[in-house]
């Protein structure tokens, strides 16, 4: 993920900034709608798995490209399915589906023909008719998140009230915005009100160069957070350590479901950031998670939650 990497990152405060006020109220909120907060259901993973150092680390020597998708779900049980950004190929998604155990959920990107458009108030069919095609992923299918280019600024806000005005609600939505101004005191209260009246959920950045887009603000009782590396070193395992302990704070507090994908270059280094994350939130929450099980993985610092 290019978004917010930089070359340096001395002098950047990495601790999680407080959460804002609403995200306790919305946590709350779905406890006053009868959802028990003893019971956090987590989704990890990264954003590919065709790569061929990643495979190394995660598959048997000598499986064959077209198994690599059921190894990849034996050691995580989540995509952030990118390459569905150029388009939702027919056929894809059951037979991906098919490949992947019942607790596997999959979270594709909306097509770049919807989000990174001139103007979203021509697009409404051509997403409704995504929504239609992604619904083959079935009960695999996490959220279906859309990526507005740096570009989409907090001037289009009617035109995106407009969009989700139009959706049916069929489908689990999140939302990035990657404009600066979206998280200025002048738009982020209005923008953020709005994902939350439409149950969409707001995908949270934790990315080098961007810490504004660190925002800490759940809009719905799920949390989506895109985790970027840096080096794949100790201080992204202490970053990653700091998610741990803010997610068993918002389990507490009533969260349901967490979507939580790291991305690293080279590629194959965001299997090991995803397992020391798995492994930590698993000793912060108390949960049962699966671990996964890596072959020729780089050491780690131990934990030291």
């Given at each position: 993920m290019?978004?917010?990497?930089?070359?340096?990152?001395s002098?950047?405060?990495?601790?999680?900034?407080?959460?804002?006020?609403a995200?306790a109220a919305r946590?709350?909120?779905s406890?006053s709608?009868?959802?028990?907060?003893?019971r956090?259901?987590v989704?990890a993973?990264?954003?590919?798995w065709?790569?061929?150092?990643?495979a190394?680390k995660?598959?048997?020597?000598?499986?064959?490209?077209?198994?690599?998708?059921?190894?990849?779900?034996?050691?995580f049980?989540?995509?952030e399915?990118?390459?569905?950004?150029?388009?939702?190929?027919?056929?894809?998604a059951?037979?991906?589906?098919?490949?992947v155990p019942?607790?596997?959920?999959?979270?594709?990107?909306?097509?770049?023909?919807?989000?990174?458009?001139?103007?979203?108030?021509?697009?409404?069919?051509?997403?409704?008719?995504?929504?239609?095609?992604?619904?083959?992923?079935?009960?695999?299918?996490?959220?279906?998140?859309?990526?507005?280019?740096?570009?989409?600024?907090?001037?289009?806000f009617?035109?995106?009230?407009r969009?989700?005005d139009?959706?049916?609600g069929?489908?689990?939505?999140?939302l990035?915005v990657?404009?600066?101004?979206?998280?200025?005191?002048g738009a982020?209260?209005?923008?953020?009100?709005?994902?939350?009246?439409?149950?969409?959920t707001?995908?949270?950045?934790?990315?080098?160069?961007?810490?504004?887009?660190l925002?800490?603000?759940?809009?719905?009782?799920?949390?989506?957070?895109?985790?970027?590396?840096?080096?794949?070193?100790a201080?992204?395992?202490?970053?990653?350590?700091g998610?741990?302990?803010?997610?068993?704070?918002?389990?507490?507090?009533?969260?349901?479901?967490?979507?939580?994908?790291?991305?690293?270059d080279?590629?194959?280094?965001?299997?090991?950031?995803?397992a020391?994350?798995i492994?930590g939130?698993?000793?912060?929450?108390?949960?049962?998670?699966?671990?996964?099980r890596?072959?020729?993985?780089?050491?780690?610092?131990s934990?030291?939650?």
């Amino acid at each position: 993920m290019d978004f917010g990497k930089v070359e340096d990152i001395s002098g950047i405060d990495f601790s999680l900034p407080p959460d804002h006020p609403a995200t306790a109220a919305r946590l709350a909120q779905s406890e006053s709608e009868g959802k028990s907060r003893l019971r956090l259901s987590v989704h990890a993973g990264c954003p590919i798995w065709q790569d061929d150092a990643m495979a190394k680390k995660l598959c048997p020597p000598r499986t064959p490209k077209s198994k690599r998708l059921a190894c990849y779900a034996r050691q995580f049980n989540s995509l952030e399915l990118n390459s569905t950004g150029y388009g939702l190929i027919p056929g894809k998604a059951a037979q991906w589906a098919a490949e992947v155990p019942e607790d596997f959920r999959f979270c594709p990107k909306v097509p770049m023909d919807v989000t990174h458009v001139p103007n979203l108030d021509g697009v409404w069919r051509k997403f409704a008719a995504h929504c239609e095609s992604a619904l083959a992923f079935g009960n695999k299918l996490g959220l279906f998140f859309l990526q507005f280019p740096e570009q989409f600024g907090p001037s289009r806000f009617a035109e995106l009230e407009r969009f989700l005005d139009a959706q049916t609600g069929t489908i689990p939505l999140a939302l990035e915005v990657r404009h600066a101004g979206w998280f200025q005191d002048g738009a982020k209260h209005r923008f953020f009100d709005l994902l939350a009246a439409h149950g969409v959920t707001s995908i949270i950045d934790d990315t080098p160069g961007r810490r504004d887009a660190l925002h800490q603000r759940l809009t719905t009782s799920s949390a989506f957070i895109r985790f970027n590396g840096h080096a794949g070193d100790a201080v992204d395992f202490r970053r990653l350590d700091g998610w741990s302990l803010r997610i068993r704070k918002w389990m507490d507090q009533g969260l349901r479901d967490l979507y939580f994908y790291t991305h690293l270059d080279p590629k194959d280094r965001t299997v090991e950031l995803s397992a020391h994350f798995i492994a930590g939130l698993g000793k912060a929450t108390g949960l049962d998670l699966r671990q996964p099980r890596l072959q020729g993985a780089e050491e780690e610092p131990s934990l030291a939650l």
